[in-house]
C-alpha cells in the first residue's frame, strides 16, 4: 500500500497526533518513516534568494535551526521507543509547505500525514494553512489528522 510516509513536524500537538497516526500506518505497511521538520527563514533577503534558488538552503537564524533539529530528533526518538526501526529524521529551512512539497517529490513519498494546524496557527489566516497549500499541491496522498 504505503512504501514511504513523510511526517512534517513543528513540535506542535497536531504534529504528534499525525506521527501517532503514522506510526500505526507503518506498522500496518513496514513502509519507511521520513520525518521533517521545517524552519521558516525569518531574513527577506535570503527568503527571495531561495525563491530564486531553493538549493541556497543555509540557515540564517542558528536558534530556528537548532529547534527544528531537535524537533526532528526527538521525533525519531519518540517513534524508535515505539518499535519502529524504518525511520529517518531531517531538518531544513525554508517556506514549510514548499519545503514539504518538495521533499516528497525528492524522496518518492506515497502519503504524507500531517497534522491540520501547527505552531503557526495564526499565521494561515492571512497565507493559508500549510496542510491546505500540501494538500492542494502534493503529487501523492495526503492525510490530514
Known sequence: MFNT????????????????????????????????????EHNLWKASVTMVN???????DPALEEFAKEVAE??????????????????????PARMIIKFSEDHDVDLIVMGSRGMSDST???????????TSLAQCAVMVV
Open 5 to 40: 510516509i513523510l511526517v512534517p513536524l513543528d513540535g506542535s500537538d497536531a504534529a504528534h497526533a499525525a506521527l501517532d497516526k503514522a506510526i500505526a500506518l507503518q506498522k500496518l505497511c513496514d513502509a519507511e518513516l521520513l520525518l521533517l521538520s521545517v524552519y521558516r
Open 124 to 134: 494561515r489566516y492571512l497565507l493559508g494553512s500549510v496542510s491546505h497549500k500540501v
Open 74 to 95: 526527538k521525533s525519531k526518538e519518540y517513534v524508535k521507543s515505539k518499535g519502529v526501526d524504518k525511520v529517518r529524521s531531517f531538518y531544513m529551512g525554508g517556506g
Open 54 to 60: 531553493p538549493e541556497l538552503t543555509a540557515s540564517t
